[in-house]
């Protein structure tokens, strides 16, 4: 299969300018050893049975007679021979100037201590699922990027073509590349099944050796899913599980813990305009999966599922968008933020860049719902102008300053055409997004 290039190639490509290796981290399954070929001249497979037991047998006695292979090496399940990184690092500070000479690839279920941090030698990478921009759903005709970062940039007349039975199909297959290697679309939902069946039946337990109740995982990811893309509290989570299991509250603690080492599940932070300002820590974190199909695998839907039910497939589309705009954003070097008051504001989603500049993003699935969002961030923007001008109102002592909105921009479902209204926020089909 052709390899298709992925939006984390971009942020190899800088990386290895700086490192002298880089470790691929990621969920199972999401394309890290095959990202990783595509950019070495020797592969060492730990798991290849045919050389496994020589290989051993080498990184165990003398690893770096395995370090004097052509170069970049990809040393793929590094963690079956955790020497492997000692020799790397060492060799590392012996020779500072040669960088980008080492891939590290390995399982999320498998976490090594190394005796020393690869810190300022070995840099990490974390790789996501694939974005609807990968996988083809979406054209690209609008970046993300180029609409935070210029002001004079024009997407007005993009056609978006896909449909919501589409986005249906995307979501519960999932961004998993093995899919693209499958025909039929009954095969490719079987994909993220089987990962789910593996997260709560061996990797919970495998990721540190202790042994973990597959029913107590099942229970809680299915909470999960059924909050999906919200903030509830984790004493409600916490709840649906123990109303028919009996597991304390700082067990399921630990099996939180676990879900997010294996890129399972993960927060999205709040936000707040003012950096140095505590409302960001006090704030309420939205609760995503790393990919949407595990949480539709872990309620038992499919596809036709969402035909009667768009409302929960709106809280599904806003995590799939979500998982987009983390792998866009982590190309940029933007955070993926969102925001919610106690007066009602709110933004689905804030792209904010290193420098400052942010966008406030809302998530919809009808297009019938654009001036409800438009609206929302408008409100937003007013806001913070007249907190400004509050602000300023006695110059001898002048309040903080919030910096105002680079772009309001509306992600929307079944939007057919991207547009900017009257009011200058940007309408974007996710049928056409792109980083």
Known sequence: MEYIIRVIDGVIDNRIEAFNAINIIGPKGCGKTRTA???????????????RAGYMAVAETSPNLLLKNEKPILFDEWQDAPKIWGAIRKNCDDNPEEVGGYYLTGSSS????????????????????????ETGETNGQISLSKIIEDPSYEFDGAISDITLEDLFFAACRGGWPRCLALKSKKAKLQIAKDYYRQIIGTDISAV???????????????????????????????????????????????YVAKLEELFVIRDIDAWTPQIRSKTAIRSKKKHIFVDPSIGIAA????????????????HVFENLVLRDLIVYGSAHGARILHYADDT???????????????????????????????????KFRDVIRAHNETALKNPDRPRAVYREPSALIVICANAPIGYTTDNGVKVVPIGCLRD
């Open 37 to 51: 070929k595509e950019r070495c001249n020797t592969v060492i497979e730990f798991q290849d049975e045919e050389k």
């Open 110 to 133: 498998k976490k090594i201590a190394t005796p020393h941090t690869g810190t300022g030698r070995i840099t990490e990478i974390i790789m996501y699922p694939m974005t609807l921009w």
């Open 208 to 254: 540190d050796g202790v042994k973990r109740n597959p029913e107590w995982a099942r229970a809680l990811l299915w909470s999960y899913a059924r909050n999906m893309a919200t903030t509830a509290k984790k004493k409600s989570i916490y709840g649906d599980v123990t109303s028919t299991q009996n597991v304390s509250n700082s067990t399921l603690d630990t």
């Open 299 to 314: 309620l038992g839907l499919n596809p036709e599922y969402f035909r009667n039910d768009l409302d929960l497939f709106g």
């Open 344 to 378: 009602g504001l709110e933004a689905d989603a804030v792209y904010q860049t290193e420098d400052g500049r942010y966008a406030l993003i809302e998530i919809k699935t009808g297009a019938n719902r654009i001036p409800e969002a438009e609206k929302t961030l408008l």
